[in-house]
Every structure is written in C-alpha cells, then in structure tokens.
C-alpha cells in the first residue's frame, strides 16, 4: 500500500510569498499524483492532476512538479484566499484506488 | 454546467445503517464513474470507493468492505452511498466525486466534487 507523506503539517507564509509544499511517496508513483485545496465547508477543489498539469480553471500561480517519489506543490505568489489546506492524491489503476496525503495546512503569517 | 447536489445531514445511532444520494446533472450520469470520499473531524481525506454508473460495478477500500455499498439509479442520474454498522468514528462529511470517463478501467482524480453530506453518528 502506498503511502503519502505531506511535510510540514503547517506552513506559514505572508500574502505576496511563494510557497513550496510537499509530497513524499512510499514508492515510486510515476506521475499519478494530485493536489487539491480544500477550505472548511467546501468540496475539495482538483488543482493539479498527473503531477504537473493544471486543472480547468486553476490560476497559473499553482504549478506541480515531480515524479517517481518526490513532488512539489508551488504557488509561486500567495493570494489571501490561497490560504487553506493542500492534501496531495495518488490514484491506482490496479487495484483501483485511491490515496491521500494528510494534509499541509498553509496559513497566513 | 456539472453538479453533483447531495442529501442533507443525517444523525443515526450507533449500528444503525445510513445512506447518502448524489444526484448528478450538467453532464450524461452513465459516462463517468463516481467516487465516494469522506473526512471525519479534524482528520484528513479517505477514500471510500467508486461506482461505473454505466454497469454497476464498484471498487471498494479494503476498510470498508463489507459495510458500504455504492448503487446508482440510472433513471434519475443518482448515485448512492450506504455504509452500515455505523460507529461513532464514522462521523463525518461524505462527499460524492466524479471520476474518469465509464469507458475506462483507470483511476483518475476525481474533478467535480459534491457539497458534503454530514453524517453524525450518536446515542
């Protein structure tokens, strides 16, 4: 079973900044990795899909990079509503399944 | 445009069973799968399952096995999610998601979610 190591739990930053968030996987994913941003009492928002391919409508200040077991989340100039928490997702074809991160909570400074 | 409207809250007794629907629209039901995804308070995302709306067929959490079962009804492009024996650490918001295209076995993240279901689970 594969597993989603997301370090550290919470990040602060101020708006203007750029963070890096990351994702650590047990074993190697190729690029079947995702991140989402979630906020209290909303769904859960797809912001990159495949590692580093923006979802429909996701500004370009989000980008994804990485692949095997490595990934990076980057927001490279934080806007005040960017503030939430980032969980990353594995998807597996065989079984099919799905995996999540335990999230890194980005709050403001 | 895609939504996926869900059911209202539910409060049930421990062992009792809950279900949950997920009426789909702005897109045909029977071409992608949907997914069933739940966070319980303070805790992260887990992943339940998912339902190819177009056959039936399911693909349950190991976790979950023997206590969930996703159906759908075609006829009114509706998903549901029914997970029995509930515990009071089954408390939580469900959520409902669609997955990749029905024509496929593959995984894909799911896009458009639904607006959460809280279930709460207490004598």
């Known amino acids: 079973e594969i597993v989603l190591t997301q370090s550290p739990a919470t990040l602060s930053f101020s708006p203007g900044e750029r963070a890096t968030l990351s994702c650590r996987a047990s074993?190697?994913?190729?690029?079947?990795l995702a991140w989402y941003q979630h906020k209290p009492g909303q769904a859960p928002w797809l912001l990159i899909y495949?590692?580093?391919n923006r979802a429909t409508g996701v500004p370009a200040r989000f980008s994804g990079s990485g692949s095997g077991t490595d990934f990076t989340l980057t927001i490279s100039s934080l806007e005040p509503e960017d503030f939430a928490v980032y969980y990353c997702?594995?998807?597996?074809?065989?079984?099919?399944?799905?995996?999540f991160g335990q999230g890194t909570r980005l709050e403001m400074k | 445009q895609v939504q996926l409207v869900q059911s209202g809250a539910e409060v049930k007794m421990p062992g009792a069973s809950v279900r949950v629907s997920c009426k789909a629209s702005g897109y045909t039901f029977t071409d992608y799968y949907i997914h069933w995804v739940r966070q319980a308070p303070g805790q992260g995302l887990e992943w339940m399952g998912r339902?190819?709306?177009?056959?039936?067929?399911?693909n349950y959490a190991q976790s979950f096995q023997g206590r969930v079962t996703m159906t759908n009804d075609t006829s009114i492009s509706t998903a549901y999610m029914e997970l029995s024996r509930l515990k009071s650490d089954d408390t939580a918001v469900y959520y409902c998601?669609?997955?990749?295209?029905?024509?496929?076995?593959?995984?894909?993240?799911?896009?458009?979610w639904g607006q959460g279901t809280l279930v709460t689970v207490s004598s």
């Open positions: 997702q594995h998807r597996s074809n065989w079984p099919p399944s799905i995996t």
């Open positions: 074993q190697s994913i190729s690029n079947f």
């Open positions: 998601a669609r997955g990749a295209p029905s024509v496929y076995a593959r995984v894909a993240s799911p896009d458009y």
């Open positions: 495949d590692a580093s």
């Open positions: 339902i190819n709306p177009n056959i039936g067929g399911t």
